[in-house]
């Protein structure tokens, strides 16, 4: 907190924190710009209205090129600001989120980059998923591959080894090998704690991305049925599957499940 600093701007940075970002939203409204009295409280604030903007977007409410906009042009401001990690991700998913692969990927490696070891994990993790969904296999493996072999134990990098096991496999199937990706992907999940379910969640989409893959429509079906209906409270493997079932349903003439799915 700044000295001076206007309650609506604390409580923005409180609510912000708590993950409640209408009401974050809602107090920062009330703040009155012209009022800061410092040019670092502005900074701030200028840091808020785009990160704000950005999380806003990534939840369906907003433009994320014109979040993406502010951001930028925040950083280009204030580069060495204890916010530039929170930025760059969300610019990151920003950019991935407008299909614009190359520039997340770019965004990510502010993570990447980093001298903290789990923010250096995460930061090759999500470079890897933006260079996958550009395609650019092997440039995600070596991604993905520094992921599970960094020494971390941490709670939150173990998640990432994880994920990065599912997505090595992906990687994989893209390069022909499907049927071997989902022998594997089904080892994972005969193996593992179904309870954990943001891993779970991942599994069966991906499960049903090869199935589907493979012309293999029923078994597809299952899987991304099983993370729609069993993890509903995931929230992007979710919207994943049921965009899957969408397209699917479409396909295999199944109009009104198909319309359900897409509702």
Same mark, same amino acid.
């Given at each position: 907190?700044?000295? !001076?600093e206007?309650? *609506?701007?604390?409580r923005? @940075?409180?609510?912000?924190?708590?993950?409640? %970002?209408?009401?974050? %939203?809602?107090?920062?409204?009330?703040?009155?710009?012209?009022?800061?009295?410092?040019?670092?409280?502005?900074?701030?604030?200028?840091? +808020?209205?785009?990160?704000?903007?950005?999380?806003?977007?990534?939840?369906?409410?907003?433009?994320?090129a014109?979040?993406?906009?502010?951001?930028?042009?925040?950083?280009?401001?204030d580069p060495?600001?204890?916010?530039?990690?929170?930025a760059?991700?969300?610019?990151?998913?920003?950019?991935?989120?407008? !299909?614009?692969f190359?520039?997340a990927?770019?965004?990510?490696? /502010?993570?990447? #980059?980093?001298?903290? *070891?789990?923010?250096?994990?995460k930061?090759?993790?999500?470079? /890897?998923?933006?260079?996958?969904?550009?395609?650019?296999?092997?440039e995600? @493996?070596?991604?993905? /591959?520094?992921?599970? $072999?960094?020494?971390l &134990?941490?709670?939150? &990098?173990? @998640?990432?080894?994880k994920?990065? =096991?599912?997505?090595?496999i =992906?990687?994989?199937?893209?390069?022909?090998?499907?049927d071997?990706?989902?022998?594997?992907?089904?080892?994972?999940?005969d193996?593992?704690? &179904? #309870?954990?379910?943001?891993?779970?969640?991942?599994?069966?989409y991906?499960?049903?991305?090869?199935?589907?893959?493979?012309? =293999?429509n029923d078994?597809?079906?299952?899987s +991304?049925?099983?993370? $729609?209906?069993?993890?509903?409270?995931?929230a992007?493997?979710?919207? $994943?599957?049921?965009?899957?079932?969408?397209k699917?349903?479409?396909?295999?003439?199944? &109009?009104? =499940?198909?319309?359900?799915a897409k509702?």
């Amino acid at each position: 907190l700044f000295d !001076g600093e206007p309650q *609506p701007f604390s409580r923005t @940075k409180d609510f912000t924190a708590q993950g409640q %970002i209408e009401q974050a %939203i809602e107090e920062f409204k009330k703040i009155d710009a012209n009022s800061l009295a410092t040019d670092d409280m502005k900074l701030e604030y200028r840091f +808020y209205r785009g990160y704000l903007a950005g999380l806003m977007a990534l939840r369906g409410r907003g433009d994320p090129a014109a979040a993406l906009k502010q951001l930028a042009a925040w950083v280009k401001e204030d580069p060495q600001s204890h916010h530039f990690y929170a930025a760059a991700e969300t610019m990151g998913d920003l950019a991935l989120a407008g !299909g614009v692969f190359d520039q997340a990927a770019k965004y990510y490696g /502010g993570l990447a #980059t980093a001298p903290f *070891p789990e923010l250096k994990l995460k930061g090759n993790f999500l470079q /890897g998923k933006a260079l996958l969904s550009q395609n650019a296999t092997p440039e995600a @493996k070596t991604k993905f /591959g520094a992921v599970i $072999e960094a020494k971390l &134990s941490d709670p939150l &990098s173990l @998640k990432y080894q994880k994920l990065a =096991r599912i997505a090595l496999i =992906r990687c994989d199937a893209a390069d022909g090998k499907t049927d071997q990706a989902i022998g594997d992907l089904e080892k994972i999940v005969d193996e593992g704690d &179904s #309870t954990d379910s943001e891993l779970y969640a991942e599994l069966f989409y991906t499960l049903g991305f090869m199935f589907e893959t493979a012309g =293999r429509n029923d078994e597809a079906e299952l899987s +991304y049925l099983k993370t $729609e209906l069993l993890y509903p409270m995931q929230a992007d493997a979710h919207a $994943e599957a049921l965009f899957r079932l969408y397209k699917l349903y479409a396909m295999m003439g199944n &109009s009104q =499940r198909s319309a359900d799915a897409k509702q």
